[in-house]
């Protein structure tokens, strides 16, 4: 199963954080990408591969690059605001990068958030924004709660729905602790993000029941092509009964505040590779001291890490604690990169004419 296909020493190759970034730096700036979106664009993709979320990680530096020099992203992006109040901004990201508006976005909505206790910035004209909570996590080191989210291309069925109308809309939430590791949700709203049944068609393993039905309601297992309509994954639930109503409406509930708010449009109007994008930052001190704030959020995430496991499970964790654990080895042993990412990007590389230094 997927699920347990882990990359390992046979499978991927380790590379250190710092040479990953250089590497990918080049490559987009090679492609016409200015100095300072290059590094985020960089540092956003490493983030993802350091904590261990591959499926948005640094091998998407091949297709964001070509993307940037096809045309398909308009290099160098021009970001507008497009109206604004204290608290809230309507961004255009330009057609561009989507990782460099959705970071932009961030960082306007925290400097708003600075000054007026909150900012909430919606992005249109947006591409892929990868690993959603990273513009949540942004606000953690402002001692702000961060919020991120995206709407894509349909994937996904509606509860009761027999085709894909929904992308797998993602939510971020990122909240500071103190002593204890930060709270950090990432999830999109679907059963599993797509990148994972790509994974399992890649590597040729079956995938789990309540992942994808055929347009006939019947689960697949084998992994199915995502270009192709005859299946959909299935809303965070799967079934009636196990509550698929839920994650359809918070699939909604992002399409609304990304893609409506905008009016850069909802899933079924977006073609692939496009995102629409929410962020918002909230300043703890406008509500508590920011102290008493962590001191509780250590209490609540130790008392949570403190539950009785189930029998045959090893302990309980708290949202954000599997990529912790994979940053910490990754970031102090090498980031696993899948040998066919590592050589195809080593291959865009030297097609753009850069020094190949991973
Ligand atoms: N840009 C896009 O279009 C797009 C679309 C969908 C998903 N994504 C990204 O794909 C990535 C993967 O999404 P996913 O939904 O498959 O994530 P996932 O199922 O791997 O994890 C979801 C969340 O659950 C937490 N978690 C895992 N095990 C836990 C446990 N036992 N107890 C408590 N919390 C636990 C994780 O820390 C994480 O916050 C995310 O980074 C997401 O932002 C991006």
């Not at 929904?166 to 709270?183: K, M, Q, S, V």
């Not at 990148?195 to 590597?203: D, E, F, P, S, T």
Request: contains cysteine.
């Amino acid at each position: 199963m997927v699920n347990q296909v882990k990359l390992n020493d046979s499978n991927s190759t380790r590379v250190p954080a710092a040479t990953l970034r250089k590497q990918l730096t080049s490559i987009f700036s090679a492609v016409g990408t200015p100095d300072d979106h290059a590094d985020i664009a960089a540092k956003v993709l490493v983030s993802a591969s350091v904590r261990g979320v591959d499926t948005h990680g640094v091998a998407n530096v091949v297709g964001y690059s070509q993307n940037a020099e096809n045309g398909t992203y308009s290099i160098p992006q021009q970001m507008d605001i497009i109206s604004e109040s204290e608290t809230t901004a309507l961004m255009s990201g330009g057609n561009g990068i989507g990782l460099v508006s959705a970071y932009t976005a961030m960082e306007i909505a925290i400097e708003k958030a600075k000054k007026f206790g909150l900012g909430m910035v919606s992005v249109k004209d947006g591409h892929h924004v990868g690993m959603v909570a990273y513009y949540a996590m942004m606000a953690l080191e402002h001692d702000m709660i961060g919020m991120s989210m995206t709407t894509a291309a349909p994937a996904v069925r509606p509860a009761l729905g027999a085709r894909k109308m929904l992308g797998t809309n993602p939510i971020g939430f990122a909240a500071p602790a103190g002593e204890e590791r930060d709270f950090v949700l990432d999830m999109a709203t679907s059963t599993v993000a797509s990148g994972k049944v790509g994974l399992a068609r890649r590597i040729g393993v079956p995938i789990p029941a309540g992942w994808a039905v055929t347009t006939e309601g019947e689960e697949i297992t084998e992994p199915p092509d995502g270009e192709n309509d005859s299946w959909a994954l299935n809303p965070l639930g799967n079934t009636r009964e196990q509550g698929s109503h839920k994650g359809y409406g918070l699939a909604v509930m992002v399409d609304i505040l990304c893609g409506v708010l905008s009016g850069g449009g909802f899933s079924a109007q977006l073609s692939r590779g496009e995102n629409m994008t929410w962020v918002m930052a909230i300043d703890i001190a406008r509500f508590r001291d920011v102290d008493e704030f962590k001191s509780m959020m250590d209490d609540m995430i130790r008392e949570l890490h403190a539950t009785t496991a189930l029998p045959g499970e090893d302990r309980v964790l708290v949202a954000g604690d599997p990529e912790a654990d994979a940053s910490d080895d990754r970031l102090a042993n090498g980031v696993p990169v899948e040998n066919g990412q590592y050589a195809a990007i080593r291959a865009r590389a030297a097609e753009v004419g850069v020094d190949v230094i991973i």
